[in-house]
Nanobody, 112 residues
Framework: QVQLVESGGGAVQPGGSLRLSCAASGFTFRRYVMSWYRQAPGKEREWVAGIFADVRMTRYADSVKGRFTISRDNAQNTVTLQMNSLKPEDTAVYYC?????WGQGTQVTVSS
């Protein structure tokens, strides 16, 4: 069955960096778009970034453009979200998404 397992969340001060990873299994990873979403307390889940099967094609929400970088390793079945220049408004649970499946989420907290 499809499994998406996120890791790498934590607490960081504003301006800091975190690197999230998602390990995927149960489907032909290299063929599918992989995405990151996030959900802040009291808010709806929102799309953050996506990467196509062609790893040269990436897309970002305006709120993270220039600060976050999504990448994938089709040999390792992993997708990574490098987050730099973090802001308090980036605080949320971050979810990996593929097909119709979600990971369990990983908490990112940006606070001084």
């Amino acid at each position: 069955q499809v499994q998406l397992v996120e890791s790498g969340g934590g607490a960081v001060q504003p301006g800091g960096s975190l690197r999230l990873s998602c390990a995927a299994s149960g489907f032909t990873f290299r063929r599918y778009v992989m995405s990151w979403y996030r959900q802040a307390p009291g808010k709806e889940r929102e799309w953050v970034a996506g990467i196509f099967a062609d790893v040269r094609m990436t897309r970002y929400a305006d709120s993270v453009k220039g600060r976050f970088t999504i990448s994938r390793d089709n040999a390792q079945n992993t997708v990574t979200l490098q987050m730099n220049s973090l802001k308090p408004e980036d605080t949320a649970v971050y979810y990996c998404h593929a097909l119709a499946y979600w990971g369990q989420g990983t908490q990112v907290t940006v606070s001084s």
